[in-house]
């Protein structure tokens, strides 16, 4: 008999019960970011659900929410966005369980009057890539480097498109001395990433990185890169903008400094 998943949402009152984002452990320095995160995002229309296996075992979620509130480097007002929508585990993989988050954001969409939904979309890690929002009807309606598409399916057909705010290459000229690590809770994975990078840095290259916390949904639109919630640049270039382990990093700067 097939398994019996469950879909529930996560609010005020199961938030710290609730697994987030895969994290259980309620000492978790992400998870416990995450959560006031999310306890100021709720009261702006943020909407979080979980697809749980019969034993409450996470393989799925989906957060969204009114796009003048996203945390990418977009503009899409009137629009509901979507931050984040993965499946976890291979046997749940390919199932239609990512089809169903998605088609839930859409009906609540529609329930509170948006013109559309929108997503944020690539196929490098961290976000989910566009093959599964063509399958429901979405259009890519911008591009930004390196191979960002930002999509949407209109419930008015008239309506303005949203658009990436640009101007990426400004941006990162903010940051043009040494090594900037840019990090925002709307991810509860950056800080550890974050944090191993951090000690990298100072131990091996003796540098002293520059941690920006992003704090806004304005900073995260305005932030160098789309994806907004982790960005590494050193001497006012991109290193990354999403991501990366420890030991990719030293592979980079290793790289940058020719050291062998």
Request: aromatic share 12%.
């Given at each position: 008999?097939?398994?019996?998943?469950?879909?529930?949402?996560?609010?005020?009152?199961?938030?710290?019960?609730?697994?987030?984002?895969?994290?259980?452990?309620?000492?978790?320095?992400?998870?416990?970011r995450k959560i006031e995160w999310?306890?100021?995002?709720?009261?702006?229309?943020?909407?979080?659900?979980?697809?749980?296996?019969?034993?409450?075992?996470?393989?799925?979620?989906?957060?969204?929410?009114?796009?003048?509130?996203?945390?990418?480097?977009?503009?899409?007002?009137?629009?509901?966005?979507?931050?984040?929508?993965?499946?976890?585990?291979?046997?749940?993989?390919?199932?239609?369980?990512?089809?169903?988050?998605?088609?839930?954001?859409?009906?609540?969409?529609?329930?509170?009057?948006?013109?559309?939904?929108?997503?944020?979309?690539?196929?490098?890690?961290?976000?989910?890539?566009?093959?599964i929002f063509l399958k429901k009807?979405?259009?890519?309606?911008?591009?930004?480097?390196?191979?960002?598409?930002?999509?949407?399916?209109?419930?008015?057909?008239?309506?303005?498109?949203?658009?990436?705010?640009?101007?990426?290459?400004?941006?990162?000229?903010?940051?043009?001395?040494?090594?900037?690590?840019?990090?925002?809770?709307?991810?509860?994975?950056?800080?550890?990433?974050?944090?191993?990078?951090?000690?990298?840095?100072?131990?091996?290259?003796?540098?002293?990185?520059?941690?920006?916390?992003?704090?806004?949904?304005?900073?995260?639109?305005?932030?160098?890169?789309?994806?907004?919630?982790?960005?590494?640049?050193?001497?006012?270039?991109?290193?990354?903008?999403?991501?990366?382990?420890?030991?990719?990093?030293?592979?980079?700067?290793?790289?940058?400094?020719?050291?062998?």
């Open positions: 008999m097939a398994e019996k998943i469950k879909m529930i949402d996560i609010t005020q009152k199961n938030l710290h019960e609730s697994p987030i984002c895969g994290l259980k452990n309620i000492e978790h320095e992400g998870r416990i999310l306890k100021t995002y709720f009261k702006k229309g943020l909407k979080a659900k979980l697809l749980l296996t019969e034993k409450n075992i996470q393989l799925g979620y989906i957060e969204y929410l009114p796009g003048q509130y996203a945390w990418r480097g977009i503009e899409a007002d009137g629009y509901m966005f979507i931050h984040c929508l993965w499946t976890y585990w291979k046997e749940y993989k390919n199932k239609g369980y990512g089809r169903l988050l998605i088609q839930t954001c859409i009906n609540d969409a529609k329930k509170e009057k948006y013109i559309g939904v929108a997503v944020v979309a690539r196929e490098k890690p961290w976000l989910a890539n566009n093959k009807g979405f259009k890519i309606v911008d591009t930004a480097p390196p191979d960002y598409e930002l999509l949407v399916k209109k419930f008015d057909k008239s309506a303005q498109n949203p658009k990436f705010k640009n101007n990426w290459d400004k941006k990162l000229k903010k940051y043009d001395k040494g090594l900037t690590i840019i990090i925002a809770n709307q991810c509860p994975h950056t800080i550890r990433f974050a944090n191993k990078i951090v000690d990298m840095a100072r131990k091996k290259y003796k540098l002293k990185p520059q941690i920006v916390h992003i704090k806004t949904f304005r900073q995260a639109q305005n932030a160098p890169t789309p994806y907004a919630a982790f960005t590494i640049i050193y001497n006012g270039q991109l290193l990354t903008d999403h991501q990366i382990s420890a030991a990719r990093f030293r592979n980079i700067m290793n790289k940058i400094l020719n050291v062998l």
